[in-house]
């Protein structure tokens, strides 16, 4: 079983930058998917960007072009969302995934939420 865990979140002002920071724990990630949700209130779930952790290829929403980076450290077991240029349309809860492959239809397994406040 995947176990995740994140931190980072937080109350930024505009034009701020966060890194949220998600540890993996009960599996060895070789040919994982990883990636970053936001659910904003009243706002379907959206990925804003994934990662595939044997080839380290990614993909962001084209909101977050520019702004947000992936990255992961495999020593780690951990992967982080380094956000900056933060605007107040960020504003959502942040959630980190896993599954297990990059072609897997669904992330099985979910960190529980981080909020990330970006104030005007």
């Known amino acids: 079983q995947v176990h995740l865990v994140e931190s980072g979140g937080g109350l930024v002002q505009a034009g701020g930058s966060l890194r949220l920071s998600c540890a993996a724990s009960g599996r060895t990630f070789r040919n994982y998917a990883v990636g970053w949700f936001r659910q904003a209130p009243g706002k379907e779930r959206e990925l804003v960007a994934a990662?595939?952790?044997?080839?380290?290829?990614?993909r962001y929403t084209d909101s977050v072009k520019g702004r947000f980076t992936i990255s992961r450290d495999s020593a780690k077991n951990t992967w982080y969302l380094q956000m900056n240029s933060l605007k107040p349309e960020d504003t959502a809860v942040y959630y980190c995934?896993?599954?297990?492959?990059?072609?897997?239809?669904?992330?099985?397994?979910w960190g529980q939420g981080t909020q990330v406040t970006v104030s005007s």
């Open positions: 990662l595939s952790w044997a080839g380290g290829s990614t």
């Open positions: 995934a896993a599954k297990p492959t990059p072609t897997s239809p669904d992330y099985d397994y």
